[in-house]
Structures are given as structure tokens and as C-alpha cells.
């Protein structure tokens, strides 16, 4: 069955610091690969995706995730975090032509200003 | 704001009830999903509709069902609800089968 990890359940940074939430999923065949975000209260947005082409994505408020493939993953990243950047973080899958999206557990950041 | 409308915001029940949770999606859409997010098990894929049709299932209990009318809008419907039925459920929706799945406000669903 598709699986998708997300191993760290709460990340906690102080403003300025760099991220890095991991993501890793089992299926072997072709994905589609996202990260989305939930701040406090609110719905899902997408942060990026990627389909196909350049493994390094780049996504809105300066996020950016490399998806490698021999390595199952798909790791988020951002150079310095704000406190507004204090959501929840989802990583997640769709095996192509399925469009049903497997999501790992989520990454709770907090940011201390 | 996506564009994905759901109703209503809150709802509280009790066990056995049935209820309908409403969701309209983005203009020009085709395709619907429903999610439940809860503590325990997560963001699960309940199911999709497109243009009208059953596309896919997903972990769908069988005393929940939906729907996607003509106009594009969807329900979602529980019954016979149990306490473990609490959760956050999320509308999506896309253009096509396959594109990126854009996510409504969700409803907060509380079994009592």
C-alpha cells in the first residue's frame, strides 16, 4: 500500500532559522508529489508541487522542496522562517492518472520570534 | 479563499443522526473530493466525483455517501453517526481528473 512519512511531528525554530521537514513515501511507480500547508484555523493551501522536470520546485512564500527519486522523497525547505510561517505541514501523494491524494501525518513548526 | 465553498462551518449531532455536509466548488471544476481529517487517523481520501460520476473511493464508510449534482456541486452524506465520526471534513476540488486539488474551508463535524 502507498505510505507517506513525515517524520518529525513538531518542529520548533526560532525566526531566521532554516527548515527542513522530511517527507518519504513507499510507491515505486510514478508520483505526482505535493506540500501543503494549514495555518491555525484554516483549509489546505498548496505551497508546491511537483509533476515532472526540474527536481527543485519552487513554491510560494519561499518554500522549496527537492524531490529525489532514488531516495523516495520529497523534503521541504526554507532558507529562514518567520513567525507567520507557524502552521501545520503536509506532505503528499498522488500516483499518476489516480489523483487521490495519500498524505503523510503532518509536521506541526512553531516559530519563536 | 480558494474558491471551494463548504456548509455549513460547524455542526453538532448526536450519535445515530444523520447529516448532509454541502460543497460547491470552484467555478469551471469538475472534479470533487471529500477528506475527513481527524486526530487519529489524519487526512484520509473518503472519495471523488467527476462531472457527475464516481471516480474513485477511498476509506468511505459504508454508512457515508455522496453525491455530485448537475451543477457541480456535491454532498457528503453520514449517517447512523458514532463519536468517532468528529472530525474536520474537507471538500476539494480540480479542473480535470488529474490536476491540482484546491481545498475548502472544511467542516467541523462533533458527534456527541
Known amino acids: 500500500a502507498q505510505s507517506v512519512s513525515q517524520h518529525n511531528h513538531h518542529v520548533i525554530l526560532s525566526e531566521a532559522a532554516s527548515l527542513e521537514l522530511g517527507c518519504n513515501y513507499s510507491y515505486g511507480g510514478t508520483v505526482n508529489l505535493f506540500w501543503y500547508v494549514q495555518y491555525p484555523g484554516q483549509h489546505l493551501q498548496l505551497l508546491l508541487k511537483?509533476?515532472?522536470?526540474?527536481?527543485l520546485v519552487k513554491g510560494i512564500k519561499g518554500f522549496e522542496a527537492e524531490f529525489i527519486k532514488s531516495k523516495f522523497s520529497f523534503n521541504l525547505r526554507k532558507p529562514s522562517v518567520q513567525w507567520s510561517d507557524t502552521a501545520e505541514y503536509f506532505c503528499a501523494v498522488d500516483k499518476t492518472g489516480a489523483n487521490n491524494l495519500f498524505f503523510g501525518t503532518g509536521t506541526r513548526l512553531t516559530v519563536i520570534p | 479563499d480558494s474558491g471551494v465553498t463548504q456548509t455549513p462551518k460547524h455542526l453538532i449531532t448526536a450519535t445515530g443522526q444523520r447529516v448532509t455536509l454541502r460543497c460547491s466548488p470552484r467555478s469551471g471544476d469538475l472534479s470533487v473530493y471529500w477528506y475527513q481529517q481527524s486526530l487519529d487517523q489524519g487526512l484520509q481520501f473518503l472519495i471523488q466525483y467527476y462531472n457527475g460520476e464516481e471516480r474513485a473511493k477511498g476509506n468511505i464508510l459504508e454508512r457515508f455517501s455522496a453525491q455530485q449534482f448537475p451543477d457541480l456541486h456535491s454532498e457528503l452524506n453520514l449517517s447512523s453517526l458514532e463519536l468517532g465520526d468528529s472530525a474536520l471534513y474537507f471538500c476539494a476540488s480540480s479542473p480535470q481528473k488529474t490536476d491540482t486539488q484546491y481545498f475548502g474551508p472544511g467542516t467541523r463535524l462533533t458527534v456527541l
Open positions: 511537483y509533476f515532472s522536470g526540474d527536481p
